[in-house]
């Protein structure tokens, strides 16, 4: 890449900071310049975040239908799947899975939605109600 | 209190953080391409049966750490690296590390650091920065793909020094223990090594996941996504692989620009003029690369979604793979006596 082909598309890092780049220069030395963003990179930030909000809005469906707790939305809604919600909460993977049903979900004790509602940022009526707070 | 910290932008986190706290410990001749090229830091795996965020697991850098253990020890520096189970003792042990006037690289979480836009923010455990200071119950962090310095509160900082899933950091800490200047005959000895290593890695291991293997491997993969899982999703998958190679801290086209600008450097130390010519061919790689990532945006953005358009990503990979193996096999056989 030459210098002045690094590329400078507007993109989410606007709102951030210019990366570093490395190019070579018109003598074919390397040299550092500032890149606002690349049209290609932010196309694959963009669907990965669009396949985040579709996923998260199942998990909405899901619940609103009695398929799945609302931990799912939760899930969801942090990006997160089964094995970064045990490594948070400490609970294992097959307990996560098992409050991932509305029915087991129903008898949790409120020690143990507590710390779901302390690893995804809500309180416990929240978590409940999947109700998520302004994020 | 505030130490006298000097912040120079990186285009990776952890070649960032290495060179600036070697800087800091007196090592004047490093520069960002030095550290990676000594640290070995070029790679490449693909992990099949592991998935990260619902897509392939492919990383185009070594394991967090080994960039700065690896230039550490190479060039004859002391390191200290510590991991916690307690929360309170980590934070005290960073307290101390600044009281005595030592900046610490750490090892951190992404999804909790507040100073990041929510658009960056995953479950990405293997960021690196230096923090440099504290004023109050604010710490001063010198993050090294930001172009200024920063501050995270105490409480934030706990939370991402604590992140949990993949590689969590446990509190990492790292730093050079000692501070000297090193000499030129040194860094040449390191700049071999590096090279030795990472040209050995790519082209000699025998398992057919890793190197030049490894981007064969992914290449084969590619061509049955559309079949296996269709279009959109085998568009997902390609715009994970752009991201581990282009997001920024990468450096751009899976780091090989970085490693051609080391090439570059490490001609000043080493002359052997073998080293300016693979230099352009990694110059030449890294805009393949790039190409192949053009290639994957059409996919993902849906414009091409035929088969034939997974089969020519998947060539240029192949393309990209025996380009890579010949430069790499250069720099093997450079004879450096």
Not at chain 2, 6 to 25: D, F, M, P, Y
Not at chain 2, 26 to 48: D, R, V
């Amino acid at each position: 890449m030459k210098k002045d082909e690094i590329p400078q598309d507007p993109s989410p890092l606007d709102k951030f900071t210019k990366e570093v780049c490395y190019a070579v220069d018109d003598k074919g030395e390397y040299t550092t310049g500032l890149s606002r963003g690349w049209q290609v990179k932010a196309d694959a930030l963009g669907i990965t975040w669009e396949e985040a909000q579709a996923r998260t809005a199942n998990a909405r469906e899901k619940v609103k239908n009695r398929e799945a707790s609302p931990i799912l939305f939760f899930m969801e809604l942090n990006m997160m799947d089964v094995p970064i919600v045990a490594a948070y909460t400490g609970f294992w993977q097959w307990t996560v899975k098992r409050h991932l049903k509305p029915d087991v979900f129903k008898n949790l004790s409120v020690k143990k939605l507590q710390k779901y509602a302390e690893v995804f940022d809500v309180s416990v009526e929240e978590l409940k109600n999947m109700n998520p707070n302004a994020a | 209190m505030q130490l006298n910290f000097q912040h120079i932008q990186a285009a990776h986190c952890e070649n960032g953080v290495t060179t600036n706290l070697l800087k800091h410990s007196g090592i004047h001749q490093i520069t960002e391409p030095l550290a990676f090229g000594i640290g070995a830091g070029i790679f490449y795996i693909h992990i099949p049966f592991l998935k990260i965020s619902g897509g392939p697991a492919i990383s185009f850098r070594t394991m967090p750490g080994q960039i700065f253990t690896r230039t550490c020890r190479a060039l004859g520096v002391k390191i200290e690296r510590k991991t916690f189970t307690s929360k309170e003792k980590a934070q005290r042990f960073l307290d101390d590390c600044l009281a005595k006037g030592q900046p610490a690289g750490c090892q951190v979480g992404v999804y909790h650091l507040t100073y990041f836009p929510k658009e960056f923010r995953f479950h990405f455990n293997a960021h690196n920065l230096v923090v440099y200071g504290k004023e109050n119950d604010t710490y001063m962090v010198s993050d090294p793909v930001m172009e200024t310095v920063t501050t995270i509160s105490e409480h934030d900082l706990e939370r991402v020094r604590f992140a949990k899933g993949a590689l969590a950091p446990n509190g990492q800490i790292y730093f050079p223990k000692t501070s000297e200047s090193v000499s030129e005959e040194r860094i040449k000895k390191g700049i071999i090594k590096g090279i030795k290593h990472a040209s050995w890695f790519m082209t000699e291991t025998p398992v057919p996941i890793l190197g030049v293997a490894g981007i064969r491997f992914t290449a084969g993969r590619i061509k049955t996504w559309r079949e296996s899982l269709g279009a959109r999703r085998g568009g997902l998958y390609l715009a994970q692989l752009v991201r581990m190679g282009e997001e920024i801290g990468t450096g751009g086209a899976g780091f090989r620009f970085v490693y051609a600008a080391f090439l570059q450097q490490a001609y000043a130390f080493v002359k052997r003029d073998e080293l300016l010519d693979i230099s352009e061919q990694f110059t030449s790689i890294g805009d393949l690369w790039r190409a192949s990532s053009v290639q994957a945006s059409g996919i993902y953005k849906g414009r091409m979604t035929k088969q034939q358009d997974f089969n020519v990503m998947g060539d240029m990979l192949l393309n990209i793979a025996d380009k890579e193996k010949i430069a790499f096999k250069a720099l093997q056989n450079i004879k450096w006596k």
